[in-house]
C-alpha cells in the first residue's frame, strides 16, 4: 500500500551528501489579479517536500497550479502567503543551483548544438576550453557525439529534447525542475527520452521536481507522487513509489504488478479531480 512519508532514505540522502538539496513547500498559496479586477486564488496551502537526491511527480488536472508552484520553488515568482525552503533557506530571489527544463525546447535557434549547451558554463565563468569539453562529453552522453555543429532546426524533436536535457544537467544541479518535459513527444519517443533520463538522473541525482500530465510516466519514473486537487490548487495525496531502482526500460516497468498497482491507486485519488476541472471548463457544475 502506498504511503505518507516524508523522511529520505538513507541511501539516497548519503549519495547527495549535505541538505543543500531539499526542497520544502509549507503552506503555499498563490492569488493573482484577473483582467477584471478580481482576485484569482491558483494555489490553497500546498505542502509537500523533496528530500535530497528523491525524484518527486506532481499530477494534476489542468490549470491546478502545476507550474506555478515550479516558479516559486525557482524564485522566478513569489508566494502570496506560505514558503519555499531551499536547504533551509527561504527562497527570495532565483534559486542558486537550479536546472529548469521545459515543456518547449528553450534552444536558442541561432546557436548550435554544441553552443545551447555551452551556455551554462560560460555563464558560470568556467575557462572556454574546460566549458567545451563538459559540453561535449555531456552530448555523448545523451547519444548526441557529431551533431555538434547542427542547429535546433536540424533535429528531430527528440533530439532536441536530449540537447535540453544536456543543456539542464552539464551545470550538475543539486535541484532539476522539469515542466512537462517530454509532453509534445509521441509515445514511443517519451519512452526512450523517460529511459535516458533515468539513466542520467542515477550518475549525479539531483533532487528532482517533474511535472507531467502522463500518470504512467510519473509512476515510472518517480520515488514519490504528489495529486493536486482542481482549482485552487491543494495536495490531495502522497504516494511512495517503491519500485526497485535501477528501473531499467520505462516500456517495460508498466508490466510489472506493482506498477499496475500503484497506478490504480494514483488514477483513484486523481479521477474525481481531472472530472471536476473537466466539468468546470465545459461549463457545468464543479
Not at 263 to 285: C, F, K, P
Request: glycine share 10%.
Amino acid at each position: 500500500m502506498a504511503s505518507r512519508n516524508d523522511a529520505a532514505t538513507g541511501s539516497v540522502a548519503e549519495k547527495i551528501g549535505p541538505d543543500s538539496a531539499r526542497v520544502e513547500i509549507s503552506g503555499l498559496t498563490k492569488r493573482f489579479l484577473t483582467p477584471a479586477g478580481e482576485v484569482f486564488t491558483a494555489l490553497q496551502d500546498v505542502s509537500f517536500t523533496v528530500e535530497p537526491g528523491q525524484f518527486c511527480a506532481v499530477v494534476g488536472p489542468t490549470g491546478c497550479g502545476k507550474s506555478t508552484t515550479l516558479s516559486m520553488v525557482s524564485g522566478l515568482d513569489r508566494p502570496s502567503e506560505g514558503s519555499v525552503k531551499v536547504g533551509g533557506r527561504e527562497v527570495d530571489g532565483v534559486t542558486d543551483g537550479v536546472s529548469f527544463m521545459f515543456q518547449s525546447d528553450a534552444l536558442l535557434p541561432w546557436k548550435t548544438v554544441l553552443g545551447n549547451v555551452l551556455m551554462g558554463p560560460v555563464f558560470r565563468g568556467v575557462p572556454k576550453q574546460k566549458a567545451q569539453a563538459s559540453a561535449r562529453d555531456w552530448l555523448r552522453r545523451v547519444g548526441l557525439t557529431g551533431f555538434e555543429d547542427r542547429y535546433p532546426h536540424q533535429l528531430s524533436g527528440g533530439m532536441r529534447k536530449r540537447v535540453a536535457m544536456a543543456a539542464a544537467l552539464i551545470n550538475e544541479p543539486k535541484i532539476l525542475i522539469m515542466d512537462e518535459p517530454f509532453g509534445a513527444l509521441d509515445v514511443q519517443t517519451k519512452a526512450i527520452m523517460s529511459t535516458e533520463l533515468l539513466g542520467l538522473w542515477e550518475q549525479i541525482r539531483p533532487s528532482v521536481i517533474f511535472i507531467t500530465h502522463d500518470l504512467d510516466e510519473a509512476v515510472a519514473l518517480a520515488d514519490r507522487v504528489v495529486v493536486m486537487t482542481s482549482s485552487p490548487g491543494s495536495v490531495k495525496a502522497i504516494f511512495d513509489i517503491d519500485l526497485p531502482r535501477p528501473r531499467g526500460s520505462v516500456q517495460e516497468i508498466r508490466f510489472q504488478p506493482r506498477f499496475i498497482e500503484l497506478q490504480h491507486q494514483i488514477w483513484d485519488s486523481l479521477r474525481e479531480e481531472v472530472e471536476r476541472a473537466y466539468a468546470r471548463t465545459a461549463g457545468g457544475t464543479a
